[in-house]
T-cell receptor
Framework: LAKTTQPISMDSYEGQEVNITCSHNNIATNDYITWYQQFPSQGPRFIIQ???TKVTNEVASLFIPADRKSSTLSLPRVSLSDTAVYYC??????????????FGSGTRLSIRP | SQTIHQWPATLVQPVGSPLSLECTVE??????LYWYRQAAGRGLQLLFYSVGIGQISSEVPQNLSASRPQDRQFILSSKKLLLSDSGFYLC?????????????FGEGSWLTVV
C-alpha cells in the first residue's frame, strides 16, 4: 500500500468550500484513491473513490492530477455537520496483500459557524 | 444488502478479566474481516485481519487474539485485559478482489478497562 500524507487538521466556516489534499508519491499503477469520513464514536464511512481525473458524487468531488501523486477531496459549502476526521487511502484490492487496509492519521476538519 | 453487526456496544471490565467481542456480516460470502482499535482522540490501529475461516493475521503484538470460526463471524478475545486495552473497537469487512480499498465498518464497541 502506498503511504499517504495529509494535513493533521484544518479549520473552515459554514458555507465555504473545503479542499483537503493528500500526497501519495509512491502510488502504483493499479492503486485507487479512496476517502473516508469518521464522526466521533462511529466507524469511518466511505465518501468517494477515484483512479484519475475527477470524480463527483452527491457528497464530494475528488480531483486527481495526471501524475496521480496527490489527490484533493473537495467539500462544497460545508456545514457544521461536516466536522469530522477525513482519511485518504491508496491501494489496490486485487491482491491478497491489499487485504491489509491501514488508515493513516487523517485530517481533523473543524467547521465553525 | 450487506450488513455488519458487532456487540456488545459498551463494556466495562476489570483488569485481568477476559474479553469477547463478536462481529457478524450478512449478505455476502467469504469477506475479508478486520478488527481495529481506536484510543480516544487517536487514529485507527489495525489489530487483525482475516481472508478466510481460520486464517488470521496479527498486526500488533498484544494480549489480544482473534478467531474466525465461521465464514462471516469474527471474534476478538483476551484472556486477561490490561488498562491499555481500553478503547473503541471496530469490526469491518471488505470484498476480496474488489478494486480499491472500500471497507465497511460496524457500529463499534466501547471498552473501558478499570
Amino acid at each position: 500500500l502506498a503511504k499517504t500524507t495529509q494535513p493533521i487538521s484544518m479549520d473552515s466556516y459554514e458555507g465555504q468550500e473545503v479542499n483537503i489534499t493528500c500526497s501519495h508519491n509512491n502510488i502504483a499503477t493499479n492503486d485507487y484513491i479512496t476517502w473516508y469520513q469518521q464522526f466521533p464514536s462511529q466507524g469511518p464511512r466511505f465518501i468517494i473513490q477515484g483512479y484519475k481525473t475527477k470524480v463527483t458524487n452527491e457528497v464530494a468531488s475528488l480531483f486527481i492530477p495526471a501524475d496521480r501523486k496527490s489527490s484533493t477531496l473537495s467539500l462544497p459549502r460545508v456545514s457544521l455537520s461536516d466536522t469530522a476526521v477525513y482519511y485518504c487511502l491508496v491501494g489496490d484490492g486485487l491482491y491478497s496483500s491489499a487485504s491489509k487496509i491501514i488508515f493513516g492519521s487523517g485530517t481533523r476538519l473543524s467547521i465553525r459557524p | 444488502s450487506q450488513t455488519i453487526h458487532q456487540w456488545p456496544a459498551t463494556l466495562v471490565q476489570p483488569v485481568g478479566s477476559p474479553l469477547s467481542l463478536e462481529c457478524t456480516v450478512e449478505g455476502t460470502s467469504n469477506p475479508n474481516l478486520y478488527w481495529y482499535r481506536q484510543a480516544a482522540g487517536r487514529g485507527l490501529q489495525l489489530l487483525f485481519y482475516s481472508v478466510g475461516i481460520g486464517q488470521i493475521s496479527s498486526e500488533v503484538p498484544q494480549n489480544l487474539s482473534a478467531s474466525r470460526p465461521q465464514d462471516r463471524q469474527f471474534i476478538l478475545s483476551s484472556k486477561k485485559l490490561l488498562l491499555s486495552d481500553s478503547g473503541f473497537y471496530l469490526c469491518a469487512w471488505s470484498v476480496p478482489g474488489a478494486s480499491g480499498n472500500t471497507i465497511y465498518f460496524g457500529e463499534g464497541s466501547w471498552l473501558t478497562v478499570v
